[in-house]
């Protein structure tokens, strides 16, 4: 039983690890989305600033 234990055990320190990972991608493509948003809005405004 402690064979299974263990095996279960790292199976879900590996889903974990995994769900970790997704979730820092889609945090830092959320926050590139939105750097690059107001980066266009800064250009454009000052692209008819003069």
Do not use: P
């Amino acid at each position: 039983m402690n064979k299974n234990c263990s095996k279960d055990s790292l199976g879900l320190r590996l889903r974990i690890t995994a769900l970790h990972q997704t979730w820092k991608w889609l945090h830092q493509t959320i926050a590139l989305h939105e750097y690059l948003i107001s980066v266009t809005a800064v250009n454009s405004a000052n692209t008819y600033a003069f």
